[in-house]
Each structure stands twice: as C-alpha cells, then as structure tokens.
C-alpha cells in the first residue's frame, strides 16, 4: 500500500513541475515567474517537513499509528500548499523590488 502513495505522490510532483514549467514559458516576466517557483517548490519543502512534523506529532498524542499517518500526511499537504504560497508570495515582492533599484555605485578611489 505504502508502495502506490509513494508513485502517487511522485506523479503528483512530476505534474506539479510540468505545470510550473508551462507557467514559466508562458509568463510575461519569465525571470520573475521562475523565481516565484523556485522560491515555492523551496517553501513547500521546508512548509511540508515543519508542519508535518507538527501535525504527526499532534496525531501521535490522539491515536498512536494511525492518528500518526493521517496527522503528518495532511500537515505535510497543508504545510506544503501554504509554505509553496507564501514563499511564492515574497520572492515576486523581492524581484519587484529589486527590478525597481537602481543601485549606485561607490566611486573610485586611490589605494594607499
């Protein structure tokens, strides 16, 4: 059983990485959109491993075994969906940001 989640799970990232792709290529700021993407696939990782963890641990306390699997399971989806977002969300606000400084530079000086 645990063997078909795992090839589920798999063909869900392949489609998900398939979609980012897409979105990518059709984006009108590809550079911006990429990093939107990289940023979410990073912050759904890290939103997956937390909260998880966090959830696992909240089912561990309920019902130990299975209350474990169903805790760190959806504490894996719910962390990654909103780990995915909010990364997603800053990293646009920080390529914004940065598309729009200009940055000056120091002028030149004679070593010693």
Not at 13 to 34: E, N, T, Y
Not at 61 to 76: D, K, R, S
């Amino acid at each position: 059983m645990a063997k078909y989640f795992r090839y589920a799970g798999r063909a869900l990232v392949v489609v998900g990485v398939a979609v980012d792709a897409v979105s990518i290529v059709q984006a009108s700021k590809p550079l911006r959109r990429a990093s939107e993407v990289v940023a979410g696939w990073a912050g759904a990782w890290a939103g997956c491993k937390v909260v998880g963890a966090g959830g696992a641990a909240l089912g561990t306390a309920a019902t130990p075994g299975l209350g474990t699997a169903i805790g760190g399971v959806g504490g894996c989806i719910i962390g990654g969906i909103g780990g995915y977002w909010a990364a997603s969300t800053v990293a646009g606000e920080v390529y914004d940001w940065a598309e729009d400084t200009f940055f000056v530079p120091l002028p030149e000086v004679k070593g010693p």
